[in-house]
């Protein structure tokens, strides 16, 4: 009996040692978090609520910002155009990858070598891979022009030097630049579905493409499910390919909404207006995201 | 994005409140003994200007050390805004251009700088587009204007007269056909001009020449014969498609450095950059003169006028939170930078310097620049109007504008439907009436 006080209070001077290292171990990661995520994009939920050009102080300005963008005609053609480039980037990065990745699950001769080579476009800085490939693009001088020359077409496409064709420009360079990463990622997810289940399926007499139905996408499923909401998020606030590929141009052809952001921002100082822009996009973002989040708990029930 | 911009809010605001504490305790009478400035520059290594200044000052009052900090030329509004919202400025900062100027000024971020502008000459072009109401916040001490240069040895290849100073842009148009027609007959696979993908190269001239052009009015119809001129050139193959030019990241210093174009508008700051150039074989030898650039019509054309032409006074602040003691100093810095010693020196490393006038003969004496009538005629004499008129909306509408210029060389869309849609966007966004 009068050991018992000397136990619960021992235990209770664990528990709370164990709270304190706890949080020493958090702390460090938390202060930058907070100081670095948390309270600036807090801020920004007050900022797009104000008329604010970094120098004088903040005035509140209501709604605003917000009434101000739905008669915005550039606004508009952004959102467009950031649509746009994620309908098409979406479904053919993600249709890459998995090819890719079905193609390099097997046994084959220079496997490594092949899997690094498809990997390797991600890990190569963005503004060589423009440079370069707004080289092959050259309307008139460029290889790939010269190549659809070569079969009979007298007027090939501008690419990034034509309004109609630089958006499909710069899909391609997307889904070329990121389908080794997602590859590997599918790959990764590959190797968790079981063999027994293959052989099974050959037992039933099923062929390739029915192997292919039956066991493999639904055992990829929660791969899939992760890559094409990160893909998708991904598409949706593109920035860097489109700004040193095509500034956005010709004319507001490429023009996506993190780029607008940008110009109203830091090169106008609009930055309560930027911070309105930066709250759509963020509304997207979530609602996109919970959207598929529902559909694939209703797949999972 | 979101991210960054928030950032930048939350050091603004923390910053806000730092400033705050600290006070100003700073006397008012001028501080004796050694003094240290900071003054704003970019790409030190290639743009000597700021060191020149800065040692030249030091030399006549060895009390003041200047002392230069680097930011980086593509970005240096950006970064000069953030430090300054920051409270983290220079004392002293470049107005690179008439763009920002504006944000500045009406972010009182700019010392008013009145007294110094009194005691400077007329001859110093550029210190009215630094006035607002009455008061100078800012002085200029360097005055490019675009001209135009032309390589003497592919005209005489070509068997073309060179530019006499009286060209109206039509002329320079057939000049640049003939051009390209007869350098082609010589095997040679220079083209008769090059105009850089800049939307200044069309537009500043525009905005800069045509009667009644008003960027602010919201009629951009004076863009339009410039625009027409211009596929014209490139539909003839007079000139290198936009298309080629932005894919395959020409610059102009290639274009004109290594003879591949005949003719090119460019801003006089090009001079000391081709005489270097020339120097170190990045450029190839040839002779070469400067013209004046071509005119809007007959009137402003001729050596007995004076050309029409634009470019954007380069000039000198003063950051307000400049501790009280050190403004006398930062003063008459401003003071010798726009004067006639400042002047001199800038002329010797052939730069520009805002008062041209007074030091065209320094100037040409620099090696291997070209000593003919046109080209002195060109250097001295001109009407040298803002390439951004001072006003809130300039910047924005410079992106508009911006967006007009490359789908219209790009062959996107018509001259007639990009105006038109520049024109209901810039409406559309409440920047015009």
């Keep these: ?301 | 994005m979101k991210r960054s911009i928030a950032v930048l809010g939350a050091a603004a605001a923390i910053s806000l409140v730092l400033a705050g504490c600290g006070g100003s305790s700073g006397s008012s009478e001028a501080a004796s003994g050694p003094i240290t400035l900071t003054l704003a520059g970019w790409s030190l290594s290639t743009t000597p200007e700021f060191k020149t200044l800065a040692d030249g000052f030091h030399a006549t009052n060895p009390d003041v050390t200047i002392q230069v900090k680097e930011y980086d030329a593509t970005n240096y509004d950006t970064q000069m805004i953030a430090d300054l919202a920051a409270g983290k400025g220079p004392d002293l900062y470049v107005q690179k251009n008439l763009k920002n100027f504006f944000t500045y000024q009406d972010g009182k971020q700019l010392l008013d700088v009145s007294d110094v502008a009194k005691g400077l000459p007329d001859t110093v072009k550029g210190l009215s587009n630094y006035q607002i109401d009455g008061k100078t916040y800012a002085i200029p001490y360097r005055g490019d204007s675009w001209v135009m240069y032309y390589n003497q040895a592919l005209f005489d290849k070509a068997g073309v007269d060179y530019p006499d100073g009286s060209w109206t842009w039509d002329d320079y148009v057939s000049t640049s056909k003939e051009l390209t027609t007869k350098l082609k007959a010589a095997k040679s696979k220079a083209l008769g001009d090059y105009q850089h993908n800049w939307q200044s190269t069309t537009q500043g001239f525009a905005l800069a020449q045509t009667p009644g052009a008003d960027m602010q009015s919201g009629n951009f119809s004076y863009l339009k014969p410039y625009y027409e001129r211009s596929l014209a050139l490139q539909k003839a193959g007079a000139q290198v498609k936009i298309g080629d030019v932005t894919t395959n990241s020409l610059t102009y210093q290639a274009q004109f450095g290594k003879q591949q174009a005949a003719m090119m508008p460019m801003g006089t700051w090009y001079i000391a950059t081709l005489l270097a150039q020339q120097t170190s074989g990045e450029a190839d030898q040839f002779k070469w003169g400067i013209a004046p650039a071509p005119q809007f019509d007959a009137t402003t054309a001729g050596t007995s006028k004076t050309p029409v032409t634009f470019g954007d006074p380069t000039a000198l602040g003063i950051n307000p939170k400049l501790d009280k003691s050190k403004v006398t100093a930062a003063k008459a810095f401003l003071g010798y930078i726009a004067g006639k010693q400042g002047a001199e020196s800038l002329a010797k490393i052939g730069i520009t310097p805002a008062d041209s006038e007074a030091v065209a003969d320094t100037f040409f004496e620099l090696k291997g620049i070209p000593t003919d009538d046109l080209s002195k005629f060109a250097f001295a004499t001109h009407d040298t109007k803002p390439e951004n008129p001072v006003a809130k909306s300039t910047p924005a509408l410079q992106n508009l504008l911006n967006e007009l210029h490359t789908s219209v060389l790009s062959g996107s869309v018509t001259v007639d439907a990009a105006i038109t849609k520049a024109q209901d966007q810039a409406k559309s966004q409440g920047l015009t009436k």
């Excluded at chain 1, 022009?145 to 420009?169: C, H, K, L, Y």
């Excluded at chain 1, 759509?280 to 209703?298: D, E, M, P, S, Y």
């Design chain 1, 1 to 301: 009996m009068a050991t018992m006080p000397v136990a619960r209070r021992s235990r209770g001077r664990l528990m709370s040692r164990n709270t304190v290292v706890g949080w020493s171990f958090l702390l460090p990661n938390f202060i930058g978090f907070g100081i670095f995520t948390f309270i600036p994009v807090g801020l920004l939920f007050y900022y797009a609520f104000t008329d604010w050009n970094v120098f004088t102080g903040a005035e509140w300005s209501g709604l605003d910002n917000f009434s101000r963008l739905l008669n915005d005609s550039s606004f508009w053609t952004a959102l467009r155009n950031t649509f746009y480039y994620s309908i098409f980037h979406i479904p053919l990065t993600l249709g890459a990858s998995l090819a890719l990745a079905l193609l390099l699950n097997r046994k084959m001769r220079g496997v490594a070598f092949f899997r690094t080579a498809a990997f390797f476009p991600y890990i190569t800085s963005i503004v060589a891979i423009a440079q370069v490939w707004n080289m092959l693009f050259s309307p008139s001088f460029g290889p790939i022009n010269e190549i659809i020359r070569a079969f009979g077409v007298d007027n090939p496409p501008g690419w990034t030097s034509s309004a109609n064709w630089s958006m499909p420009a710069v899909i391609i360079v997307g889904v070329w630049r990121e389908m080794g990463y997602y590859m590997l990622l599918i790959l990764a997810g590959l190797q968790t579905v079981p063999a027994q289940l293959y052989e099974a399926a050959r037992v039933d007499g099923a062929n390739a493409w029915w192997q292919f139905r039956a066991v493999t996408l639904p055992g990829l499923r929660p791969t899939m499910f992760f890559v094409t909401v990160m893909l998708t998020i991904g598409s949706l606030k593109v920035f860097d390919l489109i700004l040193v590929m095509t500034d956005g141009g010709p004319g507001q052809s490429t023009l996506v909404l993190t780029q607008y952001i940008y110009q109203k921002g830091f090169k106008e100082q609009e930055f309560g207006y930027a911070s309105a822009i930066s709250i759509v996009l963020f509304g997207i973002c979530l609602a996109v995201t919970v959207v598929q989040f529902l559909v694939n708990k209703r797949k999972d029930a």
